[in-house]
């Protein structure tokens, strides 16, 4: 497989420790997730319209792959002051608490331990940057009662074993940049793919994501062009999902069995004056729905026209000579992404001196 990171290697989403300083974490009688409209003081978190349909999944510990059924069960948006008196790392301050509260039920016929299956649940921004899921503990042994406003339940562990047909309620704490509004929580486990809800209208805010189709402007620096910037102009044209049988003919990794090939076309139009190597698919991104990156897949027979179903739709008539001034070529790129799982942002990464990367809605 050739995304970039599994389920438990998503770019920012691994778990994180936060340390508990002055008064510490404190007992409640509550329920995992029951007080998350009763924060310690300070203002309520505020809950978020959410999708809660209920579905099948695995949750793999270890070797053993265990069947579940979950859901996200309520998301609420908190405020940096809940955080007062907790150790941020460097990289979460300024970042906003979410609340994640999950529901799961243990439908196999073993007693699950050392649950985590929470851990592979995260929340998702419109162009597919993942939440920090973090845990807290208390490094105070004497302290009776906590300093934070941090919601009942939302500051400790959930339970250590489910039996059989047993259900469990945990909340996450899930830390996401300021000023964004999250479009998706995802859960992905390696054995099974990726389970999408939506937030609101699944759409989140969007900043700073161009719409879908949207040509934009960038330069280009290859080693033709004597250090350079050509400018450029980038129009993405589709986003289409394929199937793994279209890859068949190539010796891909065992990991990439539970995923699905997406095909990424861009026209690009030199608006320069020096010729340009028709390399431009290399700097072309994708991150998806469920918070995963996967860069373009390498094939080695992509140079040749061909027609038809599968991966002949994303080979097209790349030229053996240069993208000449005033002319365009289009380029389609594969990705990898878990089964389940789907785009939502096609990157493209100019070259040339302080270029920044054009971001767009998938579609």
Same mark, same amino acid.
């Given at each position: 497989?050739?995304?970039?990171?599994?389920?438990?290697?998503?770019?920012?989403?691994?778990?994180? *420790?936060? =340390?508990?300083? *002055?008064?510490?974490?404190?007992?409640?009688?509550?329920?995992?997730?029951?007080?998350?409209?009763?924060?310690?003081?300070?203002? @309520?978190?505020?809950?978020?319209?959410?999708?809660?349909?209920?579905?099948?999944?695995?949750?793999?510990?270890?070797?053993?792959?265990?069947?579940?059924?979950?859901?996200?069960?309520?998301?609420?948006?908190?405020?940096?002051?809940?955080?007062?008196? &907790? $150790?941020?790392?460097?990289?979460?301050?300024?970042?906003?608490? /979410?609340?994640?509260?999950?529901? /799961?039920?243990?439908?196999?016929? $073993?007693?699950?331990?050392?649950?985590?299956?929470?851990?592979? +649940?995260?929340? !998702?921004? *419109?162009?597919? !940057?993942?939440?920090?899921?973090?845990?807290?503990?208390?490094?105070?042994?004497?302290?009776?009662?906590?300093?934070?406003?941090?919601?009942?339940?939302?500051? @400790?562990?959930?339970?250590?074993?489910?039996?059989?047909?047993?259900? =469990? !309620?945990?909340?996450?704490?899930?830390?996401?940049?300021?000023?964004?509004?999250?479009?998706?929580?995802?859960?992905?486990?390696?054995?099974?793919?990726?389970?999408?809800?939506?937030?609101?209208?699944?759409?989140?805010?969007?900043?700073?994501?161009?719409?879908?189709?949207?040509?934009?402007?960038?330069?280009?620096? #290859? #080693?033709?062009?004597?250090?350079?910037? &050509?400018?450029?102009?980038?129009?993405?044209?589709? =986003?289409?999902?394929?199937?793994?049988?279209?890859?068949?003919?190539? #010796?891909?990794?065992?990991?990439?069995?539970?995923?699905?090939?997406?095909? &990424? !076309?861009?026209? /690009?139009?030199?608006?320069?004056? $020096?010729?340009?190597?028709?390399?431009?698919?290399? @700097? =072309?991104?994708?991150?998806?729905?469920?918070?995963?990156? *996967?860069?373009?897949?390498?094939?080695?027979?992509?140079? +040749?026209?061909?027609?038809?179903?599968?991966?002949?739709?994303?080979?097209?008539?790349?030229?053996?000579?240069?993208? @000449?001034?005033?002319?365009?070529?289009?380029?389609?790129?594969?990705?990898?992404?878990?089964?389940?799982?789907?785009?939502?942002? &096609?990157? +493209?990464?100019?070259?040339?001196?302080?270029?920044?990367?054009?971001?767009?809605?998938?579609?």
């Amino acid at each position: 497989m050739r995304t970039q990171g599994t389920a438990a290697e998503v770019a920012g989403a691994a778990m994180l *420790a936060l =340390v508990l300083t *002055a008064c510490g974490a404190g007992g409640s009688s509550s329920a995992p997730g029951s007080g998350a409209d009763s924060p310690k003081g300070g203002s @309520k978190p505020v809950a978020l319209q959410i999708d809660s349909t209920v579905r099948k999944a695995t949750w793999t510990s270890g070797n053993a792959t265990h069947r579940l059924t979950l859901a996200p069960e309520r998301l609420a948006r908190g405020t940096a002051a809940d955080l007062e008196g &907790v $150790q941020l790392d460097g990289d979460l301050r300024g970042m906003i608490p /979410y609340y994640l509260t999950v529901r /799961y039920t243990n439908t196999g016929p $073993q007693t699950l331990t050392r649950l985590g299956p929470q851990d592979d +649940f995260t929340v !998702t921004l *419109a162009d597919g !940057t993942p939440g920090k899921a973090v845990s807290l503990w208390n490094t105070n042994t004497l302290a009776t009662r906590s300093s934070s406003r941090i919601p009942e339940g939302c500051d @400790k562990a959930g339970p250590a074993s489910a039996a059989p047909h047993a259900t =469990v !309620t945990v909340c996450q704490l899930v830390m996401l940049p300021g000023g964004h509004e999250p479009a998706t929580v995802a859960y992905s486990d390696d054995s099974g793919g990726t389970l999408l809800w939506n937030v609101g209208d699944g759409k989140g805010d969007g900043d700073g994501l161009l719409p879908a189709g949207t040509t934009a402007e960038t330069t280009w620096d #290859d #080693d033709t062009t004597d250090g350079i910037a &050509v400018p450029i102009r980038a129009t993405p044209r589709s =986003v289409r999902a394929g199937s793994l049988t279209d890859l068949r003919g190539y #010796d891909l990794h065992d990991t990439s069995k539970n995923t699905v090939p997406w095909y &990424v !076309t861009i026209t /690009y139009r030199n608006a320069g004056e $020096q010729t340009l190597l028709p390399v431009m698919g290399d @700097k =072309v991104g994708v991150r998806s729905a469920g918070g995963h990156e *996967a860069r373009p897949l390498a094939l080695l027979d992509l140079s +040749f026209s061909g027609a038809g179903d599968g991966i002949d739709r994303c080979r097209g008539k790349i030229p053996n000579t240069r993208l @000449k001034p005033d002319s365009t070529l289009t380029l389609c790129t594969i990705h990898l992404l878990p089964k389940g799982d789907r785009p939502a942002m &096609v990157s +493209f990464e100019g070259e040339g001196k302080s270029v920044k990367p054009v971001l767009w809605r998938a579609g």
